[in-house]
């Protein structure tokens, strides 16, 4: 087999082992899915998913890393649709409460990751992928004068721990859409309270 086709094929392993594991891991939760199910599934063996995975727990953390990644790419569309920075910021915000009621970011993102990954690995994941970018959001509409320039990186775990929880809210509540709305309009009310311009 030449290289190109062993790169090719591995890709195909791997790609495939994500497809089945996320559809599993969101229809039924990781806890209740076995690695032997979703190697049977994809047509491979055990040994291709500590290949590729270390494990089912290396599989998951790439599922998590992926929806994470479509959900990044998403809000960074919202952003930058808008040329006011201040409305950027809040649309950014809402596209993520908005993504809570996507059943996939629901089971993996929000109720297994905490438990899969630990608490501490999934609060640094999420630092990974949101708070440095909110803070810096935050640290630039206060260089334009937009919010007080007053403890910027306090107002950043602010939000970001208020956004957790609303999207943990917003995923186990009985009727998301309504939980959705409700989250965006109390969110609306909380950045415009601190908004030192009139938008």
Partial sequence: MTENKHVQRSAQTRARLLEVARVLFVARGYQ???AEEIVQQAGLTRGALYHHFDGKDGLFKAIYDQLQCEV???????YHAESDPFLAFRASCHVWLESC???EVQ?????????VLSWEAWRAADAEYSLGDIRECLHGLAAQGMIPN???????HLLVGGMNEVALYIA??????????????????VLDGIVTKTI
């Fill in 107 to 115: 089971q993996v993102v929000l109720i297994d990751a905490p438990n």
């Fill in 150 to 156: 007053m403890g910027i990186d306090a107002l950043t």
């Fill in 32 to 34: 209740h899915v076995a």
């Fill in 172 to 189: 186990r509540a009985p009727d998301a859409h309504t939980a959705l709305a409700d989250a965006k309009r109390w969110l609306n009310v």
């Fill in 101 to 103: 009621i996507d059943r």
């Fill in 72 to 78: 990044t790419a998403r809000i960074d569309a919202a």
